[in-house]
């Protein structure tokens, strides 16, 4: 027993001698090749760097994306609803309250800085009619980038005039429920987004006007709208059982948001009830979280690009909201819109 103390002793001493002059190299797994310096050149100079405190997680193939847009809708319009659709997924996928639209914050102008990812300045859409004589708004869009690439793409929309967004040709599919055109349609925005959804998609963009109808004839924050958003919320809750029950909402990336907001009876102004948007994203491979990142209108498209595999065109004002994957955030130019 004495014997085994001593030998055991002198081993100790050993291995603590040998401590200071060896320290065994840590145990790289998959690690990326890295070059190495030839004898004769001189080592960089030791740099403070932070380490990491979360290995950001890869970004996952998406089949297809879904933007749905509540028209009108401000962040604190959610919890007074109870869209306990778009609450349950803000549980399970990354949001912020603080999202930013553009000027004019209007439906149409909006609506297209959201899915042509630039500023009014570029895609030139300021007027809130349906103006068929004018056009379509300029700039390669979310749309034409989906379709040129052979993704099958879809919008079903709440307001005849989001047609101006993009052209025809873009869309595989286009439908719209115009409640402010006093006819009663014989099909439901909920309706026609199943169809599609049966029929197989890879972008699909749907609408929902009616709480931004409700808020100018009742006014925002209004009972009547709220009760409008609470209906669209579980007509949006059909849509999402629908991916679920044909085995797509997988691989399939969800954004929640809307083109303004809204005080009184009215928007458009620069005042923050007006341009403060919710900004909801879940989906495969989306961190759980609140966004510490200044997310803009114009970052719904291209967010959905990177989702889909898509160049983004460098003359796009809006960045992908990378955060929400656990990315690094992109730096952005401020300011992006100018008002």
């Known amino acids: ?24 190299a840590p145990l790289m797994i998959d690690s990326p090749p890295t070059a190495t310096p030839s004898p004769s050149s001189t080592p960089p100079a030791a740099t403070e760097t932070s380490l990491p405190t979360d290995t950001p997680m890869p970004l996952p193939k998406f089949e297809r994306v ?21 609450l349950s997924l803000m549980q399970t996928g990354a949001y912020t309250f603080g999202a930013q639209t553009i000027m004019p914050s209007s439906t149409l102008p909006s609506h297209a800085s959201m899915l042509v990812g ?24 979310l749309f034409d980038l989906a379709h040129a690439a052979g993704l099958r793409t879809v919008m079903v929309v709440g307001k005849e005039k989001l047609r101006q967004i993009t052209e025809p040709a ?27 959804i049966l029929q197989g998609f890879n972008l699909m963009f749907v609408h929902f006007p009616s709480g931004d109808l409700a808020g100018h004839d009742h006014g925002w924050m209004s009972y009547k709208q709220l009760k409008k958003y609470h209906i669209d919320d579980e007509s949006f809750g059909y849509i999402l059982g629908a991916l679920k ?38 989906g495969a491979g989306v961190r759980p979280m609140q966004l510490t990142t200044q997310v803009l209108t ?16 460098p003359e796009w004002d809006g960045v992908p909201v990378t955060e929400a994957f656990g990315l690094p955030v992109e730096a952005r130019e401020w300011p992006v819109c100018q008002y």
């Open 1 to 24: 027993m004495i014997r085994r103390i001593l030998i055991l002793t002198v081993l100790g001493i050993f291995l603590l001698s040998c401590g200071s002059a060896a320290t065994p």
């Open 118 to 141: 630039t500023c009014p300045e570029k895609h030139i859409v300021r007027w809130n009619q349906y103006v068929p004589e004018n056009g379509f708004a300029i700039g390669a869009d």
């Open 66 to 86: 879904l933007i749905v847009s509540f028209d009108g809708l401000r962040p604190d319009a959610i919890a007074e609803a109870e869209m306990e659709t778009v």
């Open 245 to 282: 029950n044909h085995g797509m909402y997988e691989s399939t990336l969800v954004i929640v948001t809307a083109d303004h907001g809204g005080h009184d009876t009215t928007h458009g102004t620069n005042m923050l009830e007006d341009m403060t948007i919710p900004w909801i994203i879940s």
């Open 298 to 313: 114009t970052d719904t498209a291209a967010t959905a690009a990177f989702a889909l595999g898509l160049p983004i065109p």
């Open 170 to 196: 873009s869309t595989d599919y286009f439908a719209f429920v115009d409640e402010t055109d006093k006819i009663k349609d014989q099909f439901t925005i909920e309706q026609i987004a199943i169809q599609q």
